[in-house]
């Protein structure tokens, strides 16, 4: 593992024969990267959540895709495809809320399918080509959402949506960057339990850019809201079904009902990858339960402890709650009243 420069943070570096994944867990007190030279590292830092956002995900596994091959074809020129189906497989079993991750696996199936000349050269191509679209999408969408809310004076997001958690620039922070570059606004952070990534990540990324950033626990959203501060509550997305309906870190959906009854305006904003279009609304979406140790102290971890927990780590947002949702290719307006068809 490698330390880095804080001014160099990217969540994915590719140096030509490994992806480097900073690993999360460890910001904002440590910037380390891992090297990972083989699918089954990505399939493990993906599960773990070093590397975690829907974007960032689906690059990520782009990117594992062309590792396997990369180790596979050069290996055994006979039956590397089999060697690789089932690194795929492993990869779409690391995290099963984020469609960019089957998304991107399905890009490489295609490809494979198409049984290019030069197998290694043709999946890395397209795992740049991914990693460099999103970045490009981020950007459109921040510029986007920033017409949108022009004016603003108080914005309020939830968990990191940022660089750390996309290719490049963010979605939500991305339209947030957008936003302030053009007239300072607001910007108001919740801590996002249960991993905090509003703490370590949302308010740490802000501060980097130079944003100036207030955090606040996330059950004091309420309150916030009362206090007339917030016109905007701005968040990604990891999947949203085409009634727009929306999955997002657990505890979005309790912020849209909050923001209903304050008269505070939702926006998602997610690139058209992260819309699963198979789905017709959000009580489909497959919602992760992480392992419950992950939020108990280790004096309730014990075999026979009488406390338990409860450990979704998404939740899903009614397209009734929403006001917005901004892709690169546009923006739908009041989903509820047609979904999101427009952008297919």
């Known amino acids: 593992m490698t330390k880095q420069n804080n001014q160099s943070i990217q969540a994915l570096q590719w140096t030509g024969d490994s992806l480097k994944v900073l690993d999360q867990r460890l910001l904002p007190e440590q910037v380390v990267y891992a090297d990972y030279r083989d699918s089954a590292g990505i399939t493990e830092a993906i599960s773990t959540m070093r590397v975690r956002g ?9 990117y594992g895709v062309a590792l396997s091959v990369q180790q596979h074809f050069s290996a055994n020129p006979v039956d590397w495809r089999q060697r690789v189906a089932a690194d795929m497989d492993k ?70 949506t ?32 249960p991993w905090l990534q509003g703490v370590r990540l949302t308010v740490w990324e802000l501060a980097q850019d130079g944003i100036p950033v207030t955090l606040c626990v996330d059950s004091a959203a309420a309150w916030l809201m009362k206090s007339g501060v917030i016109d905007w509550i701005v968040v990604g997305a990891d999947r949203i079904a085409a009634n727009g309906d929306t999955a997002n870190k657990i505890g979005t959906y309790s912020l849209a009902v909050l923001a209903k009854q304050h008269s505070v305006k939702v926006m998602v904003v997610a690139p058209t990858t992260t819309i699963d279009w198979s789905l017709e609304n959000g009580d489909h979406i497959e919602i992760e339960q992480r392992n419950q140790n992950e939020l108990l102290p280790a004096c309730y971890s014990k075999e026979n402890s ?13 397209a009734g709650l929403i006001s917005a949702i901004v892709t690169e290719r546009g923006v739908v307006l009041n989903p509820a009243g047609s979904g999101v068809g427009v952008l297919k």
């Open 54 to 62: 829907a974007p960032a995900i689906g690059i990520a596994a782009a």
């Open 91 to 160: 990869l779409a079993k690391s995290r099963p809320t984020a469609v960019n991750l089957f998304w991107a696996l399905d890009r490489m199936k295609t490809l494979l399918q198409q049984q290019p000349l030069n197998p290694v050269q043709a999946v890395l191509a397209c795992a740049k080509q991914i990693h460099s679209d999103d970045i490009a999408a981020n950007h459109t969408m921040g510029e986007l959402g920033a017409d949108i809310i022009a004016g603003t004076k108080g914005i309020l997001t939830h968990c990191n």
């Open 306 to 318: 009488l406390v338990s927990a409860w450990n979704p780590v998404f939740d899903v947002t009614p």
């Open 162 to 193: 940022g660089t750390l958690a996309t290719g490049g620039y963010g979605t939500a922070l991305g339209v947030i960057r957008s936003a302030y570059r053009r007239n300072p606004v607001k910007v108001y952070a919740g801590e996002t339990r």
